[in-house]
Structure formats: structure tokens, C-alpha cells
């Protein structure tokens, strides 16, 4: 039986403002605060607010037969609690119908994974709880920003506990091989692979409401018809794509909601069911391992990582900001830290592209990829200097990562020491506690008369007899 896998991602520009090469050393707010209030704001109310209300009328309409899965950046989450919680109510609501699954991604939505294995697992750990905190479960799927993963990548992921990962199925990768089955990773085999179908999952995000498209106007039991006539031995069809494809990329007026909410109906005459991706990585087995030498995405038509490091200006923002990757792990400044994931998110990076992909890309302020990377890198230069005013400069990475193993091996010990002082005071207050109960059941005997009592009582005693034998000589 074929079953259909839904995935929607939502994360949202945190956008730079105007910083200029004077301003580098006194001014040390980088964000244009109006732009990011009017950006999400739009978002929410163009997309998010009427996609998830949709989301969550197709999972109380179909009783459990329609499911589909959510991530969202920790940049994105930030702007929703500030700028438009009514999502966040949503989201939450949507949780509540246990048709959905939240999966966890890099909190910055950036290129961590491409450079520090530290730095990256701290940003996927603080996402995994926050997720936990928001809506209740831990997370047992993984999906990196862009779909970015190679083997390494995998092995680091499935490290981390997680179960599974969404991918993309890119043809370079795959071959001859098909998209709709279930693999694993090539350095750990416990890491199932979901892998996207590109075409079926941009002929809804790219190409719906496009009248130019050889297959416009798009129904929804068409849709379903092309899953129907797949091979009957290719029973995953996964579809990703990012939520606000729905009301951005395709406008409302395209009638996307409605082919959405027709989905579920159709899918049920043919036969079709709904699964989260825990389900199919927990019910079905891999039939195949996948080797990803070099990093793949799911962006333009290469499916590789250059729309954020094609060329010199992007590597050169890169390598500078992981620079100090290490010294931002040691450091425990808030603002640091917020700056730090600010700065990694991936479009930072995309206004940089020089690449003729034939798709319009949004530079927002700036005018070029040339203006991008000098407003960046004047950011980055005021940034650079803040941290590292926090450790001396001269401190290479070496002695950082010294003096890294050793703050880690203390933090561990006293762990340890913490743990055998718990077990202590434990069998300290039931020793107590046994001796208190020994005490109350034991009756009390009679203290026994001291030397100097007894002799006090013989003196009376003598005293009484002679008295007595007065009175009867009298």
C-alpha cells in the first residue's frame, strides 16, 4: 500500500540593516527591526495563519487518516513568539489533533554542519528542546537546513539519537535507484533516509499555479493519479516543500488550499494513506544503503551546496565567520550567542550567489551579491572583534580546543561528583530514617538509680526507722 508523506518547513529571514564601515567598534546592533516585523508579519497573515487553519481542518475532517509533518528554525520561532504568536497558537493547535509530527532542524538554519561538528550539535541540541517544550515530544526525525547532507553529516546525525532524515533525492545521488523507498545512511545504518521527490513535491511548491505549465491547472485527483500509477512496489512518496509555498510562492487566489484539502479524499478512493516520518522509519525497513560523499541540497537544478559557497566572496564570509567557532562554543554571552545564530542563517550566504539559476532572487536591501557580502562583512568585522575581545587574540584554535577538552572533562566530573553526593544523602537520610524507626519501636526501659541516689534513699530510709523507734520508747 502506498502511503504519502507531507512535510511543510518554516523559517523566515532575519533581516541585516544598513551597517556601514564607520560604524564597525560602536555600534553593535545589526538588525533592521521594521523590516523583520513587516516580513513575518506578511508571511503569517498571506500564509502561515490560512495554511495551518487548513492543516488543522483536514486533520479534524479526515479522523486520523490525513497526518503530515512540521519543522521551524529557532530564528523563525523567535520573530512568531514577538511578531505573530497567533501562529504559534496554531501550530500548537495542530499538535493537539495528534496528526502531526515536529521534527527537528539547526536552530540558526545555517551551514554549521559544513564547518563545526561542535557548534552544530549545540544548535541541534537547543532546537530539540525547544521543540520538546513547545509541543510536548522529543523529536525523533532530523532534517538539516536545505536538506544539506553527505555521509558525515548522517553519522553525526545519527549520533545524536535520531532515528531518521529527510533528504533529498537527488539524481546524482540516486541513479537508477528510485526515490520512494526507504534507505540508510552509509556510515550508520540505525539513520533511515527519507528521500524527497522533487518533482511531484515542486509541481505543487514551483509550478501550480504557473498557466504556462503543460499540466495547469492541477487537480487534485490528477495529483493523486500520477502516485496511483508509480510502481506498486514503491510505496513512500515524500513529499517536502516550505509551508509558505502556500500563499507566498503560489497565492492563495491559485486555489492551492483547495487542491490541499481534496488531497486527503482523493488518496483515500485510490487506496493511498497518510504517514508522519516516524512511522516509516519505525514500520518499514530499509532496502538499501545511500552513499552521499559530497554535500547535496535541495536547491537549484545542481542539488549541491553552491547557492551558499559557489563562489570566493561567499567562502570568504564563511570561512571568517567559522573563524571563531570555537571561541563562540567557550562563550557564554547571550547576545553573543543570538548574534552567532543571527549571522549563520543560510540566506546571509544566498544574497551572495552569483549564480543564473533563471529564478528571481530577492536581495531585499541590496543591490548586488557585491553589496551583500560589504554590508556582511562590515557586520561581521564589528562581530568578530567582540568576541574576540572575550579571549586573547593570539589564543590559537589548538589551545582552544585545550582548554575546551578541559572545561568538558570538569564538567563531567563534577557530574560524576554530583551524582555520588546525591547517592550519599540518600543513604544518609535512610540510615535516618532506620534508626528513627528502630528507636520508636523499641519501648524505653527504667534508667537505673545512680550510686549517689541509692545512698540518699538509705540515709531517709534510716532517718524514717529511727523517728519511729522514738515515738514508741515515748
Known amino acids: 500500500m502506498k502511503t504519502i508523506c507531507l512535510y511543510f ?17 560602536s555600534d553593535h546592533y545589526y538588525y533592521d527591526d521594521f523590516a523583520n516585523e513587516q516580513g513575518i508579519n506578511e508571511v503569517a497573515e498571506r500564509s502561515y495563519i490560512p495554511a495551518l487553519n487548513t492543516l488543522i481542518q483536514m486533520a479534524k475532517e479526515n479522523e486520523g487518516a490525513f497526518k503530515v509533518a512540521l519543522s521551524i528554525s529557532g530564528v523563525a520561532l523567535e520573530q512568531l513568539e514577538i511578531h505573530a504568536p497567533a501562529v504559534i497558537e496554531l501550530l500548537q493547535e495542530l499538535n493537539a489533533t495528534g496528526c502531526c509530527e515536529f521534527i527537528c532542524e539547526p536552530y540558526s538554519h545555517g551551514l554549521s554542519a559544513l564547518a563545526n561538528e561542535d557548534c552544530f550539535r549545540e544548535e541541534v541540541t537547543l532546537m530539540r528542546r525547544k521543540v520538546k517544550d513547545y509541543f510536548g515530544k522529543e523529536p525523533k526525525v532530523f532534517r538539516n537546513s ?28 540516486l541513479g537508477w535507484k528510485s526515490p520512494h523507498y526507504l534507505y540508510h545512511c552509509a556510515e550508520n545504518p540505525n539513520l533511515k533516509l527519507l528521500m524527497r ?21 492541477l487537480f487534485a485527483d490528477k495529483y493523486i493519479g500520477w502516485i496511483a500509477d508509480l510502481p506498486e512496489n514503491e510505496q513512500i512518496v515524500n513529499i517536502f516543500m516550505e509551508l509558505s509555498a502556500l500563499g507566498m510562492a503560489q497565492p492563495l487566489s491559485s ?87 543571527y549571522l549563520q542563517a543560510s540566506n546571509n550566504f544566498r544574497f551572495m550567489t552569483t549564480k543564473d539559476t533563471g529564478v528571481g532572487l530577492n536581495r531585499g ?95 531517709q530510709t534510716k532517718k524514717a526507722s529511727s523517728k519511729s523507734e522514738e515515738k514508741k520508747e515515748a
Open 146 to 173: 536545505s536538506l544539506i547532507y553527505d555521509n558525515e553529516i548522517g553519522g553525526i546525525v545519527a549520533s545524536m539519537g535520531f532515528k531518521g532524515m529527510l533528504i533529498e533525492g537527488a539524481k546524482h545521488v
Open 255 to 341: 486555489n492551492i488550499l483547495e487542491f490541499l484539502k481534496a488531497l486527503p479524499g482523493c488518496a483515500k478512493q485510490k487506496g493511498i494513506t497518510f504517514s508522519t516520518p516516524s512511522e516509516i522509519v519505525t514500520k518499514l525497513k530499509s532496502v538499501d544503503m545511500v552513499d552521499v560523499p559530497y554535500p547535496m541540497s535541495w536547491s537549484d537544478e545542481e542539488r549541491d551546496i553552491s547557492p551558499w559557497l559557489g563562489n570566493v566572496m561567499q567562502r570568504e564570509a564563511f570561512n571568517k565567520l567559522y573563524s571563531v567557532a570555537e571561541r563562540v562554543y567557550l562563550c557564554n554571552d547571550r547576545r553573543i550567542k543570538q548574534d552567532w545564530y
Open 365 to 459: 536591501i541590496y543591490d548586488s551579491a557585491y553589496d551583500a557580502f560589504t554590508n556582511y562583512m562590515n557586520i561581521l568585522g564589528d562581530f568578530l572583534g567582540r568576541v574576540n575581545s572575550l579571549y586573547p587574540v593570539d589564543m590559537d584554535n589548538e589551545e582552544l580546543g585545550s582548554l575546551l577538552t578541559t572545561i568538558k572533562n570538569q564538567g563531567e566530573e563534577l557530574i560524576q561528583l554530583n551524582d555520588e553526593v546525591a547517592k550519599l544523602h540518600a543513604a544518609l537520610e535512610k540510615a535516618e530514617a532506620k534508626i528513627a524507626a528502630t528507636k520508636k519501636a523499641t519501648p524505653a526501659k527504667k534508667a537505673p538509680a545512680t550510686k549517689k541516689a541509692v545512698t540518699e534513699k538509705e540515709t
Open 197 to 217: 521527490d522533487f518533482k511531484l513535491s515542486d509541481d505543487i511548491s514551483l509550478r501550480f499555479g504557473n498557466s504556462e505549465w503543460s499540466e495547469y491547472p
Open 9 to 25: 518547513e518554516i523559517h523566515q529571514i532575519i533581516h541585516l540593516k544598513r551597517y556601514r564601515f564607520f560604524e564597525i567598534g
